[in-house]
């Protein structure tokens, strides 16, 4: 079989399993109340969600002599103008004793598949592009125990968590061995064939090369029963662009293609050590608390030398470690009530100048070490604190949540600073008159601060009029939004 054809076979075998397990849930209902006490349960879940209204403003500070001025840019209002379908779905779910699976429709047509079989008490096979694997216990905190690694100004927020070994795709291979767990995962692993001209020659000159990527992942775990679990998970994942490999004719450069950047080929470690912990004995103080700890890491390695002209030029930074730590507690030792935090501290140094948006100016570490290295190391540091409050009124069918978080994020490199500072509350109110229907309205409200120092802004001429001096700024974006909406499940 062709490489290139790989991911193709990979994705369409997936949906074919998924299907079969759909079918043969099918097949396999109960025709009578005896047969349904041995069968699994089939559910179909209709989730529906719109906003009942969405405003954006931003107001940018030194208006005088900004280019951009203060105003509500976006306001709608329901209902005209939505799309329901864009934010809800119809789910169909089959758990049976040996094996089951999941559907889920959404906006652009068959969307989410998931499918899992169990060859014994000890093995089961599950495949998909729906398969969430974490096994540390994030006490219901989103994003998860995780670490923040955006590099780029649209997603200054942006994060992995290495504990999912799945990444939400591909195939999950668990074993169950008493209070241990080991898993094996893999993803879509893309090939395709480059041919590469040799300079000077004519048609029966070509070098063979490849674009690549593959992702694989592992973990280990430990149930310590009534006292919680450990783990440890590991992502591996890999990148070639054959497309950055050139042959040179250059007098004393190496024969075969030669990478011409840095990250032409990388390997990024993501893995993580978590403890989910909580009082198994009876009769103590500390009963109703829960703890979760973890340490999630992302290493990206990138080539240490690359070609310019036929001459190898040594990687600024070759490596770039981000280091991220979680820490969330969870309390519910006063009936119908639930008390929450979660808290994440990334952190990292590299010599990437993305984040800052200066026009023409990229990943630093990733130039040569001659031309960049008395520029200044850039640090990296996000802060996350969230609290949460749950409130089962009178233990009935309504419930009240309120949610606060504040994310800051601080990016400096010498005299360039940019700090953003997003504070988010969302009250939540939720009917359940019984166990098939919930209904529910919140009200969320996020403001972003942004600051850039004077000497950045300075890089940033087009955020000034004409002929005016820079100077530092702090601008600030406001989002509001009413989500209503229900949950049927049959």
């Not at 024969?255 to 470690?269: K, M, N, Q, W, Y």
């Not at 006063?334 to 023409?360: A, C, E, Q, R």
């Given at each position: 079989m062709d490489a290139g054809m790989i991911s193709e076979v990979y994705m369409k075998g997936t949906?074919?399993?998924?299907?079969?397990?759909?079918l043969a849930a099918g097949i396999a209902m109960p025709a009578s109340a005896d047969d349904a006490a041995n069968a699994g349960n089939f559910s179909v879940t209709v989730d529906i969600e719109v906003n009942a209204v969405e405003v954006k403003t931003t107001q940018y500070s030194d208006q005088d002599i900004r280019r951009f001025t203060y105003g509500v840019t976006e306001a709608k209002f329901f209902p005209s103008g939505?799309?329901?379908?864009?934010?809800?779905?119809?789910?169909?779910?089959?758990?049976?004793?040996?094996?089951?699976?999941k559907v889920v429709m959404e906006e652009k047509g068959l969307g989410k598949l998931k499918a899992w079989v169990k060859f014994s008490p000890f093995l089961k096979l599950t495949a998909g592009t729906y398969i969430t694997a974490n096994y540390a216990d994030s006490l219901n905190a989103d994003p998860g125990m995780r670490v923040f690694n955006g590099a780029e100004p649209?997603?200054?927020?942006?994060?992995?968590?290495?504990?999912?070994?799945?990444?939400?795709?591909?195939?999950?291979?668990?074993?169950?061995?008493?209070?241990?767990?080991?898993?094996?995962a893999g993803m879509d692993h893309n090939v395709k064939s480059i041919l590469k001209p040799i300079p000077n020659t004519m048609d029966a000159g070509w070098n063979a090369t490849e674009d690549r990527d593959f992702q694989y992942g592992g973990r280990l775990a430990f149930d310590m029963g009534g006292w919680g679990a450990v783990n440890g998970s590991y992502i591996l994942q890999y990148k070639k662009l054959g497309h950055s490999y050139n042959r040179n004719n250059s007098p004393g450069s190496p024969?075969?293609?030669?990478?011409?950047?840095?990250?032409?080929?990388?390997?990024?470690?993501n893995f993580g050590l978590y403890a989910s912990l909580k009082d198994g004995s009876e009769n103590s103080m500390f009963?109703?608390?829960?703890?979760?700890?973890?340490?999630?890491?992302?290493?990206?390695?990138?080539?240490?030398?690359?070609?310019?002209?036929?001459?190898?030029?040594?990687?600024?930074?070759?490596?770039?470690?981000?280091n991220g730590i979680n820490v969330n507690a969870r309390y519910r030792g006063?009936?119908?009530?639930?008390?929450?935090?979660?808290?994440?501290?990334?952190?990292?140094?590299?010599?990437?100048?993305?984040?800052?948006?200066?026009?023409?100016v990229r990943d630093l570490g990733l130039q040569s070490q001659a031309g960049d290295e008395e520029k200044a190391g850039a640090s990296h540091q996000l802060l996350w604190n969230g609290l949460g409050v749950s409130w089962n009124i009178d233990g009935g069918p309504f419930v009240a949540e309120v949610y606060v978080r504040n994310l800051y994020r601080r990016d400096m490199a010498g005299d360039y600073?940019?700090?953003?500072?997003?504070?988010?509350?969302?009250?939540k109110f939720i009917w359940r008159p019984n166990a098939m229907l919930e209904l529910y309205a919140a009200f969320n409200w996020t403001m972003l601060t942004e600051n850039a120092s004077l000497e950045l802004n300075e890089q940033w001429p087009d955020r000034f009029v004409k002929g005016e001096t820079a100077k530092a700024t702090c601008d600030i974006t406001q989002f509001i939004r009413i989500p209503v909406g229900m949950i049927m499940k049959f």
């Open positions: 949906r074919i399993f998924c299907l079969f397990c759909l939505w799309d329901w379908w864009k934010d809800s779905g119809i789910a169909f779910e089959y758990n049976g004793p040996f094996f089951g699976g649209d997603k200054w927020d942006e994060w992995i968590d290495p504990d999912n070994i799945t990444q939400d795709k591909g195939i999950l291979l668990e074993g169950f061995f008493g209070p241990f767990t080991l898993a094996l024969d075969g293609l030669l990478p011409s950047i840095a990250d032409a080929e990388v390997f990024t470690h009963q109703g608390l829960e703890l979760s700890l973890g340490y999630a890491g992302v290493f990206t390695k990138y080539l240490d030398e690359f070609y310019r002209s036929g001459l190898p030029v040594q990687t600024l930074v070759p490596s770039v470690l981000k006063v009936p119908d009530l639930t008390v929450s935090t979660d808290n994440n501290f990334s952190f990292w140094n590299d010599k990437n100048y993305v984040i800052f948006n200066i026009n023409g600073v940019i700090s953003r500072n997003e504070f988010f509350a969302e009250p």
